[in-house]
T-cell receptor, first 114, second 111 residues
């Protein structure tokens, strides 16, 4: 398996534009997580899905953020409209719902909003 | 909210030295504890996972221990190498798929 795949790796966009980040989890994994990493706040959990269903989105900072998982092999994190303070590295991770299994992370998407 | 602290925030050691990274937490009712490394500009790579019923796990030169009663986990790296230079993060999992990451320790191994 190629691991968790995120795209794009880098995104530079202007304030006010819509940004869509994509994630393909490891095949067979049924739990998917979106994280944001900044120097100030470290790694924060934004939202996670079990079996394609959003379970906890309490970490989503504002209504400008939304995430979907239309099927077991694809998820998106959308920011609309984007703001400079959204600049961060966004990670996707996947694991199985069985207890005591490791989580595997993608390489991340570095987002810069100017 | 769970507090997860990693001390020191940065560490620099000469090659070949053994070292210990610390992870402290306030809520001991954990499911799992996982140690990751992160290289600059890269994602997180899983190193070791310790289940709540275990006290330690070993992989090569790495040994991770877990003491829930004292709210502490350590990552021991033997015979450090320049390739070990990275940021090391501990991640605690609680019931309901709640995850809390530590603040990270930036390690530099000097050749």
């Amino acid at each position: 398996d190629a691991g968790v795949i995120q795209s794009p790796r880098h995104e530079v966009t202007e304030m006010g534009q819509e940004v869509t980040l994509r994630c393909k989890p490891i095949s067979g994994h049924n739990s998917l997580f979106w994280y944001r990493q900044t120097m100030m706040r470290g790694l924060e959990l934004l939202i996670y899905f079990n079996n394609n269903v959003p379970i906890d989105d309490s970490g989503m900072p504002e209504d400008r953020f939304s995430a979907k998982m239309p099927n077991a092999s694809f998820s998106t994190l959308k920011i609309q409209p984007s703001e400079p303070r959204d600049s961060a590295v966004y990670f996707c991770a996947s694991t199985t719902l069985e207890r005591n299994t490791e989580a595997f992370f993608g390489q991340g998407t570095r987002l810069t909003v100017v | 909210k769970q507090e997860v602290t990693q001390i020191p925030a940065a560490l620099s050691v000469p090659e070949g030295e053994n070292l210990v990274l610390n992870c402290s937490f306030t809520d001991s009712a954990i499911y799992n504890l996982q140690w990751f490394r992160q290289d600059p500009g890269k994602g997180l790579t899983s190193l070791l996972l310790i289940q709540s019923s275990q006290r330690e796990q070993t992989s090569g030169r790495l040994n991770a221990s877990l003491d829930k009663s004292s709210g502490r986990s350590t990552l021991y790296i033997a015979a450090s190498q320049p390739g070990d230079s990275a940021t090391y993060l501990c991640d605690l999992e609680y019931t309901g798929n709640q995850f809390y990451f530590g603040t990270g320790t930036s390690l530099t191994v000097i050749p």
